[in-house]
């Protein structure tokens, strides 16, 4: 079974700019979360969403936003970057509730 | 405090030791348990995953859960060289993961 994959694996942007992110999950899985992971920070939860609905939310401004597409797919979309938004995000997928979060190698943005 | 806490160390040891890495919490609710391992510049993969308490053994790798002390532990035994990266403790509640900071092992030849 082929594992989470999110394109692109790198990007830089300036700032002021948009950025869209994108996750293909593991194909069955239909519950997507996004992380942020800065190394002062570590992992920080961003949404999740579980069939096209956004079933959770963590504490980012609303320049952080996502959607989940009817085949699971999903993607991010942050606008008017900052600097601090030099990070790299995580995709993970999951089956549905209670089950092991599989991550994707993720997409390291910098904002110069 | 944070829901979840995690020595970032870093943590050295030789090749062959026997590693343990650490997290404690302070949620009781916390019913789901997982250890990360995440490589440089990589994304985290899933080692071990428990449900309440008591311990778990795969291969050179055992988690342990002690919900009445809020403490989880990963034991690697025979470290290896290849075990060094920053190992990643996590829990589930309510459709919601809370992750530690991470422990950075290195394992010296």
């Known amino acids: 079974k082929a594992g989470v994959t999110q394109t692109p694996r790198y990007l830089i942007k300036t700032r002021g700019q948009q950025v869209t992110l994108s996750c293909s999950p593991i194909?069955?899985?239909?519950?997507v979360s996004w992380y942020q992971q800065t190394p002062g920070q570590g992992l920080q939860f961003l949404f999740e969403?579980?069939?096209?609905?956004?079933?959770n939310k963590g504490n980012f401004p609303g320049r952080f936003s996502g959607r989940q597409f009817s085949n699971s797919r999903s993607e991010m979309n942050v606008s008017t970057l900052e600097l601090g938004d030099s990070a790299l995000y995580l995709c993970?997928?999951?089956?549905?509730?209670?089950?092991?979060?599989?991550f994707g190698p993720g997409t390291r943005l910098t904002v110069t | 405090q944070k829901e979840v806490e995690q020595d970032p160390g870093p943590l050295s040891v030789p090749e062959g030791a026997i590693v343990s890495l650490n997290c404690t919490y302070s949620?009781?609710?916390?019913?789901?348990f997982m250890w990360y391992r995440q490589y440089s510049r990589k994304g985290p993969e899933l080692l071990m995953y428990?449900?309440?308490?008591g311990n778990k053994e795969d291969g050179r790798f055992t988690a342990q859960v002690d919900k009445s002390s809020k403490y989880i532990s990963l034991f690697i035994r025979d470290s290896q060289p290849s075990d060094s990266a920053t190992y990643l403790c996590?829990?589930?509640?309510?459709?919601?993961?809370?992750f530690g900071s991470g422990t950075k092992l290195n394992v010296k030849p």
């Open positions: 993970a997928s999951q089956t549905s509730g209670r089950d092991e979060q599989y």
């Open positions: 194909s069955g899985h239909r519950s």
């Open positions: 969403y579980f069939s096209e609905t956004q079933r």
């Open positions: 949620n009781s609710a916390f019913q789901y």
């Open positions: 428990t449900y309440s308490s």
């Open positions: 996590a829990m589930y509640n309510f459709n919601k993961f809370y």
